[in-house]
C-alpha cells in the first residue's frame, strides 16, 4: 500500500495499480470512458484527467489522465481543481457535438453512462452550432441493435470484441471524427459474446436486439438475482421484467464466476420463457380421446394420490432442475427409486469429476481463476460450445505470457495498449487435444485431433512425462511423444499450470488423463489447477443427490418393476435412444410428467403438471466447480406453475407422504435436504434464510425510480394491486424496503447515486475489479483437506473395427445443442444445420459431398443428415450434431456405418 | 559558397546517383570506417558529440535517442531501425529532394545507425505519393544488397542487416513515430501511449528507433568527418547544416541546404528572392504548418531550434511558409484546419471533435457566417488542446498557428465577423 494525495489529504492506495481505479476504489467519482475494468487502460477518450503535481510546492501542476497513471507513494493528485474540471466538462461537450439531444427515444437512456458522465463532469449549455455526423446503421444479427449516431468513439466495443474475446468481424473503420464501429458490412456478429457489447458499450450504439422487441424503460424493470440455466458454469445473471414477462438477461458481477460478461446463449436464451412451448396449465389425458385436455389442478393431485398408492413408483429428476426440486421428488419417491435421469455416461462423467475433485488432487480454480493460468492443457472440449464464458477466460490466460514480459520491463498490467501490442508475439501456451476443430484452435499454441482414446493416450503420456513414476504409454507415434513432452515441459514450466477437461467427448478415461496430469504436477506446484466443464445447469447438485442412470430405470421396466414414473423437468428423449424410450413409455402404466416445456416426453405423459422455470422460481444450482449458487424469482409464477420442488411438496401433503406438508418454504426443504446428506450443510450458507431482514425491512426487486405501480393493471381493476408476498427470501416485489448493501446473493441490480449504468457495479466492489463487498456469492460444496488421490490406470487400447465404420463423435454448439436457450427465437436464429461433419476424403469414399443426404447407424439408432465437409475433421472420424433441435439420440462416441442417400 | 554535405551531389533533373558515381564521390567510406576502425559505441558517441538533433520536427537529440536503445547480449532480438519518409507536414518537402536526389546516402545513413544501435532489421517508411523516390529507393537497395553493403556479413564485419522499403498508404499520422510504427505493423495509424518509449518496446514490442530522413542523411557525414566538422558547419550551437524550404508568394520557392542558424531573412531575401511583386509579407509558419506564426519582427532570427523557439515558435521541420498581404489569413488558417481535422486520426476525443468544430466554425467565418462567440470557441480550443491534453502532438501542433493567428490577425477576424464576410474576396 502507498500513501497518495487527493486534495492534500492522504489514502491508502495499492502501489503500482491504475490510479483512475484506486480512485474509484476509494469512492471518488471521475467520469471515464475508454477504461474499463476487465479491458485496461489505453487512455483515448481523455475524459478521467485529474492534475498530479510534483510535490508540495507544486500549485500548477499539470492535467494528467488518470487512467494512465500508476499509483505510487507519495502521488499528489487534485480531481477537484478548476482547470481540470472545466477540461473534464469540454470533453463531454466535444462528445456531445455529435452526439444525439434524444435521451428519450434512446434505447440506453436512463442506464447509460454518457448521461451519468454527463451529469458528473457538469456539462450543461450547448454550444456547438452546427450539423451533427450521422452515419448509417448496420444489421448485426438476432442479438445486437445498432445506432452508430450515439457513438462517443470510445474504442471499448473493438477492444472488448477483438482484443478481449477474439472476434474478427467487428472492426473501426475510417478515421477522424468520422470513425464508424460495425462490420465491414451489414450481417450477424459471428462472437459468441457479442451480447456483452449491450454492456461494454456506454452509450446506445450496441443494444440488446431482444429487450427492444418488448422495450421497457430500464427504470421499469423488476429485477432480481439469477443463474444462468444454460449450461454447468453457473454464470451470474441479473434477470429483468415488466407486466409478468421477462425482458432481457445482464451480467451479475461475481468475482468468482464470470465476472463482467456473460455468453450469447447465457444472455439471449431467456427468450424460451415466453415461447409457445411453455406449459402452464395442468393437464390430463383424457381416456377415451387420447387427447390431453386442461383440468383443474385438484383433480390431477387426486389422481396423482391414486397412482401413488397403487405402488411401484419411481421418480426420475433432471439436471436442469434445482437441488430443491430433484431433492423434493427423491423424498417423494424414495431414494431406491430416485433416477437421476442422467443418460449412463453422463451420470459416470459427472459422479467421476465429484470424484476426482473430493479427491483434493489439484487445486480447482474458479471460473475466473481459469484466466491466470499461465500454460493450459484442454483435453476434449470445444470451450466455446460446451462451457462458452471459460473460452472468455482461456482467451484471456494466452495473454499471461506476454504480460509476465510487460512487467518485467516495469510496463503496468492495465497497460492494454502495450499488452496488445505484444500479445500475438508470445501467445500462450495452450493447447488443445480435441475430437473435432474447435472454436479456440486460432489461440491455441499446438492443436491435436483425435479420437478419446488417443486424447486419453495423450493425455496419460502428458502425465507420464511429468512424473515419470507413472505408466509409460507404450506405441506412441513419434509426433504424439514429442507433443506429449512440449506439452509436459510448459505445464511444469508454468507458475499456475493448468489442465481442462469435462464432459465434452463423453469419455471417462479423458477425464482421467486429465486427472493425472494436474495431480502430478500438483505434487510439485501447489496452484496447478484442474478444471472440469461439466454440461447442464445442475449436473453437479444432481451428482451431489446420488440417483442412478436413467439406464438403471429403464432395466427395472423391462424387469416389470415399473408401473408409474414421476419425471421432473426432463426430456427424456435427449438422454437415450428413441426406442428404448419409447419402450419404456409403454411399460410404466402412468407417467406423470412435472415441466416447463412440452417436450417429447411430455407428449407421451399421462398427467403433465406445469413448473416454473428459474424465472418464476426460487432454487440451487450447482456449477461445474461445485459452487453452490441460488436463484430468486424475479415475479411469481402465472396459472398452475409453481417452483418444481413446490409442486412436488403439493403432491406429497395430497398424498400423506412424510412430513413434506411442513414445507412451505424453500428454506424447509433445504432443513430436510440438510437432515438427509450431511456432505450439503454449504447449501444453508449460500443465501440468508427468508426471515433475513436489514433494519427490519426486505430488499425491493424495483428501483426507486419504477413507474406506473398504481397503474400498471388499471385495466383489471383501478384499485391498486397489493404487491406479491414472498416467502421464500428476503426480497420484496415492491419498491419499498432496504437498497443500499444487500448481501451480495440479494443484489436484485446495481444502483447508486449518480450511476445509472451497469457501471453502478463499482460501488459494490470492495476493490473495482475484484470481490464484491462481502464476498463473491456462492459456497462451494465440495472440498478435500486431505489428498486422497490414487492416480488413474490408463484405460486400455479399444481395437479399432474393421470394413467401412466411422468413428461418430459428438459434437456441440452454443447455439443448438442446448435444450431450452433453442426455443428463443433470438437464438434460432444462430443454429447451424443438423450436419454431419466429415473430411473430404471420407465424404468422396461414400460418394457425397457439401449437402448430401447420408444416413448415419450406430447400434440403436439412426439419423438421415446432410454432409458438411470440414477439412478440419480426421479421417474415419464424423462429428454427430448431438442434441441439436430434431436430432436422435445417439449413445456416442460410437462406431457406426455411414452410407448414401437418406 | 558554404559546405552543402547533404545536397551537394544532387543534380535535379539529371537522376540520382548510381552505386557506382555515389562510391566515386566518396559514398559508403563512412561505412566502412565505421565497420572497420569503429564500434557502435563509438559511432553512437561521435553522433552525440556532433549535437545533432532530429530533422523531424521535434528537434531531439539524436545521441540520446539511440542511448535509450538496450545493447548487450541480453537485449532483446531483433531490433529495428525505421526511417521516416511520411513527410506530410504541409510546406514540407526536405526529405523528398534527399530521397529523390541522393538515395544511397540515406542508405548508408541508415546502415550506420542500424550498426550503432545495432539493429538486425531496417524500414524505410515512405509515402505513397513519393513515386519517384520509390523508384530510386528500390533501385538503390538492390545495389546496396549486391554489393554487400546489405545483407549478412556487411564488408566482412559480421554485422547483419536487412533493409526493407515500405511504401505506406500514407496519412499524416503515419508520421508520427508511434503511429508509423503501428501502421509498419499493419494496424491503424493511431498513436501509441509513451513510455514505454520506441527505444525499448516498438515494432513488435522490440526495441525500435524511428529517425528522420534528413536526421539520417547526416550521419554518414558525422562519421566519416567527425563531430567536430559537423559542428563547425553551423553558424550556432546547433550542429550541421540544415535543409530549408519556402513556399508562398515568393519570387524563388524552394529547398536549400545552409548552415544551421542560417537567419529566416536571409533565406527569404536570398535564397527565395523576396516577395513576388505586389506582395507584402504579412507573417511565416517558420517549420511547417503545426508551428505558430512569426511575424516581419523576427526575420533576424536564427533558424534553429533553439532560437526560434525563443522567438515563440518552432522550427519544426525548417520548411516556411509564407503567408502575404493578399492572402486571407483567416482562409488560410481554415484551409490548415481542415487539413488537421481530416488527418486527426480519431483516437482522442479533444482532437477529433475539438478540430472538426474549429474548422467549421473557421469556415463559418469565412464564408460571413461567424458569430463574436466564435472568437471564444476558437480561443477554447486553442487553450485546451494543449500538450498532455490530447494523446498525441497532432492537434496541439494544430493550435500553434490558430492560437498565434489569432493573437496577430485578431482584426482580420473581427473584420470578417461584422462585415459579415471575408474581406479578401
Ligand atoms: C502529427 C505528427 C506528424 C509527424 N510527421 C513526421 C514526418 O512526416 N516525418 C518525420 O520525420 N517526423 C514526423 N513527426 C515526428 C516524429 O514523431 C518523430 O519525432 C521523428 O520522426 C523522429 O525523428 P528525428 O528524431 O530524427 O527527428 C511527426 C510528428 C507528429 C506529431
Ligand atoms: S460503439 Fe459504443 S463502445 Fe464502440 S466506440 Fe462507440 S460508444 Fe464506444
Ligand atoms: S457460459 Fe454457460 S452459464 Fe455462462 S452465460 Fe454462457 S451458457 Fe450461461
Ligand atoms: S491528438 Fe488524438 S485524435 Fe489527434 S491524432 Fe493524436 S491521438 Fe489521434
Ligand atoms: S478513461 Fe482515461 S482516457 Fe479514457
Redesign the pocket.
Known amino acids: 500500500m502507498a500513501i497518495i494525495y487527493i486534495e492534500n489529504k492522504p489514502y491508502q492506495a495499492p502501489e503500482g495499480k491504475n490510479l483512475l481505479n484506486a480512485c474509484l476504489s476509494l469512492g471518488f467519482n471521475i467520469p471515464y470512458f475508454c477504461w474499463h475494468p476487465a479491458l485496461g487502460s489505453v487512455g ?1 477518450c ?1 475524459q478521467c484527467a485529474v492534475k498530479k503535481y510534483r510535490d508540495e510546492s507544486d500549485t500548477r501542476g499539470q492535467i494528467v489522465m488518470s487512467c494512465m497513471e500508476q499509483v505510487a507513494g507519495g502521488l499528489r493528485i487534485s480531481i477537484d481543481d478548476p482547470e481540470v474540471r472545466e477540461f473534464r466538462a469540454s470533453i463531454i461537450e466535444w462528445l456531445m457535438a455529435n452526439h444525439p439531444h434524444d435521451c428519450p427515444v434512446c434505447d440506453e437512456g436512463g442506464e447509460c453512462h454518457l448521461q451519468d458522465m454527463t451529469v458528473m463532469a457538469g456539462h450543461a449549455y450547448r454550444r456547438y452550432r452546427f450539423k451533427k455526423r450521422t452515419y448509417a446503421n448496420q444489421e448485426l444479427g438476432p442479438f445486437i441493435n445498432h445506432e452508430m449516431n450515439r457513438c462517443i468513439q470510445c474504442y471499448r466495443c473493438v477492444r472488448f470484441y477483438r482484443d478481449y474475446a477474439g472476434g474478427r468481424d467487428l472492426e473501426v473503420f475510417s478515421a ?1 471524427d468520422h470513425v464508424y464501429f460495425g462490420r465491414h458490412d451489414h450481417g450477424t456478429l459471428e462472437s459468441e459474446f457479442s451480447g456483452n457489447l449491450a454492456e461494454v458499450c456506454p452509450t446506445g450504439v450496441f443494444t440488446d436486439k431482444t429487450l427492444k422487441k418488448h422495450y421497457t424503460r430500464k427504470w421499469d424493470l423488476q429485477s432480481a438475482a439469477s443463474v444462468c440455466v444454460h449450461c454447468g458454469l453457473g454464470c451470474n445473471t441479473l434477470v429483468a421484467e415488466r407486466y409478468g414477462s421477462v425482458r432481457r438477461i445482464l451480467s451479475r458481477y461475481n468475482g468468482a464466476v464470470n465476472g463482467y460478461f456473460l455468453c450469447d446463449r447465457g444472455r439471449f436464451g431467456y427468450e424460451f420463457l415466453s415461447s409457445a412451448k411453455r406449459i402452464r396449465r395442468a393437464a390430463k389425458r383424457n381416456s377415451a380421446s387420447g387427447a390431453m385436455e386442461p383440468a383443474d389442478k385438484k383433480i390431477i393431485l387426486r389422481s396423482i394420490k391414486e397412482i401413488i398408492a397403487g405402488g411401484r413408483v419411481i421418480g426420475i429428476g433432471s439436471p436442469r432442475a434445482s437441488v430443491e426440486s430433484n431433492f423434493a421428488l427423491r423424498r417423494l419417491v424414495g431414494p431406491d427409486n430416485f433416477y437421476s435421469g442422467m443418460s449412463a455416461a453422463e451420470e459416470e462423467l459427472t459422479a467421476l469429476s465429484i470424484r476426482i475433485m473430493k479427491s483434493g488432487c489439484a487445486s480447482f480454480p474458479s471460473l475466473r481463476e481459469t484466466e491466470k493460468a499461465d500454460a493450459v492443457f484442454v483435453l476434449g472440449e470445444d470451450v466455446t460450445n460446451t462451457a462458452p464464458m471459460l473460452a472468455l477466460a482461456l482467451r484471456q490466460s494466452v495473454k499471461n505470457r506476454a504480460a509476465a514480459s510487460l512487467k518485467k520491463n516495469r510496463i503496468p498490467e492495465w497497460d492494454n495498449g502495450s499488452l496488445c501490442v505484444i500479445k500475438d508475439e508470445e501467445p500462450g501456451p495452450l493447447f488443445v487435444a480435441s475430437l473435432l476443430p474447435t472454436r479456440l484452435d486460432d489461440a491455441a499454441t499446438r492443436i491435436f485431433r483425435g479420437s478419446p482414446t488417443q486424447i486419453a493416450r495423450l493425455g496419460q503420456a502428458v502425465a507420464h512425462a511429468v512424473n515419470e513414476n507413472l505408466p509409460a504409454v507404450s506405441g506412441l507415434e513419434q509426433a504424439v511423444a514429442k507433443l506429449a513432452e512440449e506439452i509436459a515441459r510448459e505445464l511444469t514450466e508454468a507458475s499456475a499450470p493448468l489442465v481442462v477437461s469435462g464432459a465434452g467427448c463423453l469419455s471417462g478415461p479423458v477425464m482421467e488423463a486429465a486427472a493425472n496430469i494436474a495431480a502430478a504436477l500438483a505434487a510439485v506446484n501447489p496452484r496447478a489447477g484442474l478444471f472440469l466443464a461439466l454440461p447442464e445447469s445442475n449436473s453437479f447438485g444432481l451428482g451431489l443427490l446420488s440417483g442412478k442412470p436413467l439406464d438403471q430405470a429403464f432395466q427395472r421396466a423391462e424387469k416389470g418393476e415399473v408401473r408409474a414414473a414421476i419425471i421432473l423437468e426432463n426430456d427424456l428423449y435427449r438422454r437415450s435412444e428413441k426406442k428404448r424410450v419409447d419402450r419404456f413409455r409403454e411399460q410404466c402404466r402412468h407417467v406423470i410428467v412435472l415441466d416447463f416445456i412440452d417436450t417429447a416426453t411430455a407428449a407421451k405423459a399421462e398427467i403433465i403438471l406445469p413448473t416454473a422455470p428459474f424465472a418464476e422460481a426460487d432454487g440451487t444450482l450447482v456449477n461445474n466447480e461445485g459452487r453452490g449458487q441460488r436463484f430468486y424469482r424475479v415475479m411469481d409464477p402465472e396459472e398452475d406453475c409453481r417452483p418444481g420442488w413446490r409442486m412436488l411438496a403439493e403432491i406429497m401433503e395430497y398424498a400423506g407422504i412424510g412430513d413434506a406438508g411442513q414445507w412451505t418454504t424453500i428454506d424447509d426443504i433445504i432443513a430436510g435436504l440438510c437432515a438427509e446428506e450431511p456432505e450439503l450443510q454449504g447449501m444453508r450458507e449460500i443465501a440468508p434464510p427468508a426471515e433475513f431482514r436489514i433494519y427490519g425491512q426486505r430488499v425491493p426487486r424495483q428501483p426507486h425510480r419504477y413507474s406506473g405501480r398504481t397503474a400498471m393493471k388499471a385495466h383489471e381493476d383501478i384499485h391498486e394491486h397489493k404487491p406479491a408476498l414472498d416467502f421464500d427470501s428476503p426480497l420484496t416485489f415492491s419498491m419499498e424496503g432496504f437498497r443500499s448493501g444487500p448481501p451480495p446473493s440479494l443484489i436484485p441490480f446495481y444502483w447508486s447515486a449518480g450511476w445509472n449504468s451497469v457501471h453502478a457495479l463499482n460501488k459494490f466492489q470492495a476493490e473495482i475489479g475484484g470481490p464484491l463487498r462481502g464476498g463473491d456469492p456462492g459456497i462451494r460444496m465440495v472440498g478435500s483437506s486431505h489428498k486422497n488421490f490414487e492416480y488413474f490406470k490408463p484405460a486400455p487400447v479399444t481395437p479399432t473395427p474393421g470394413g467401412r465404420e466411422y468413428l461418430l463423435v459428438p459434437y456441440f454448439r452454443i447455439f443448438g445443442s442446448e435444450e431450452l436457450s433453442v426455443l428463443s427465437p433470438s437464438i434460432a436464429g444462430r443454429i447451424p444445420g443438423n450436419l454431419l461433419l466429415m473430411n473430404e476424403s471420407d465424404a468422396k469414399r461414400i460418394g457425397a459431398g457439401n449437402g448430401s443426404l447420408v444416413r448415419v447407424a450406430v447400434a440403436d439408432a439412426g439419423a438421415s443428415l446432410a454432409v458438411k465437409i470440414d477439412p478440419g475433421i480426421p479421417e474415419g472420424v464424423a462429428g454427430y450434431p448431438a442434441g441439436m433441435p430434431g436430432v436422435e439420440f445417439m449413445n456416442l462416441p460410437a462406431w457406426g456405418a455411414i452410407t448414401e442417400g437418406g | 559558397m558554404a559546405e552543402r554535405p547533404l545536397t551537394g551531389d544532387i543534380r535535379p533533373g539529371e537522376g540520382p546517383p548510381r552505386l557506382t558515381e555515389y562510391e566515386r564521390r566518396g559514398g559508403y567510406a563512412a561505412l566502412k570506417k565505421a565497420l572497420k576502425q569503429m564500434d557502435p559505441a563509438g559511432v553512437a558517441e561521435e553522433v552525440k558529440r556532433s549535437g545533432l538533433r532530429g530533422r523531424g520536427g521535434a528537434g531531439f537529440p539524436t545521441g540520446a535517442k539511440w542511448s535509450f536503445v538496450p545493447m548487450g547480449t541480453d537485449a532483446p532480438e531483433p531490433k529495428y531501425l525505421v526511417a521516416n519518409g511520411d513527410e506530410m507536414e504541409p510546406g514540407t518537402f526536405k526529405d523528398r529532394y534527399l530521397l529523390e536526389g541522393n538515395p544511397h546516402q540515406l542508405i548508408e545513413g541508415m546502415i550506420i545507425a542500424a550498426f550503432a544501435i545495432q539493429a538486425s532489421v531496417a524500414f524505410i517508411f515512405i509515402r505513397e505519393e513519393y513515386r519517384e523516390a520509390c523508384a530510386a529507393l528500390t533501385r538503390a537497395l538492390a545495389e546496396a544488397f549486391a554489393a554487400g553493403y546489405l545483407g549478412g556479413n556487411i564488408l566482412g564485419s559480421g554485422f547483419n542487416l536487412d533493409m526493407k522499403l515500405h511504401v505506406s498508404a500514407g496519412r ?2 503515419c508520421g ?1 513515430e508511434t ?1 508509423l510504427i503501428n501502421a509498419l505493423e499493419g494496424r491503424r495509424a ?2 501509441r501511449w509513451k513510455p514505454p518509449y520506441p527505444q525499448t518496446a516498438g515494432l513488435w514490442g522490440k526495441p525500435t528507433v524511428v529517425n528522420n530522413i534528413e536526421t539520417l542523411c547526416c550521419v554518414p557525414h558525422i562519421v566519416l568527418k567527425g563531430a567536430e566538422y559537423f559542428k563547425g558547419l553551423s553558424r550556432t550551437g546547433e550542429g550541421g547544416t540544415k535543409l530549408y524550404g519556402v513556399s508562398g508568394k515568393v519570387k524563388n520557392p524552394g529547398c536549400w541546404e545552409l548552415p544551421m542558424g542560417t537567419s529566416i531573412r536571409e533565406i527569404l531575401e536570398e535564397h527565395a528572392g523576396g516577395m513576388m511583386g505586389g506582395f507584402k509579407l504579412k507573417g511565416l509558419l517558420p517549420g511547417g504548418a503545426s508551428t505558430d506564426f512569426l511575424l516581419e519582427e523576427h526575420l533576424d532570427v536564427n533558424m534553429d531550434f533553439e532560437s526560434v523557439a525563443k522567438a515563440g515558435s518552432r522550427m519544426g521541420t525548417g520548411t516556411i511558409i509564407v503567408l502575404d498581404d493578399r492572402t486571407c489569413p483567416v482562409g488560410f488558417i481554415h484551409n490548415l484546419q481542415k487539413f488537421f481535422s481530416r ?10 471533435e475539438g ?1 472538426a468544430w474549429v474548422e467549421k466554425t473557421l469556415a463559418a467565418i469565412e464564408e460571413g457566417r461567424g458569430t463574436r462567440e466564435d472568437i471564444g470557441i476558437l480561443e477554447f480550443h486553442v487553450r485546451l ?1 494543449a500538450p498532455g491534453r ?7 501542433g ?1 493550435m500553434e498557428p490558430l492560437g498565434s493567428g489569432l493573437k496577430f490577425f485578431r482584426d482580420d477576424f473581427d473584420r470578417h465577423i461584422s462585415a459579415p464576410s471575408c474581406p479578401w474576396r
Open positions: 483515448a481523455r477522424h | 499524416y499520422m508520427e503511429g493511431v498513436p488527418e486527426s486520426c480519431g483516437w482522442c476525443t479533444p482532437c477529433r478540430l488542446l490530447t494523446f498525441c502532438a497532432l492537434a496541439p494544430a
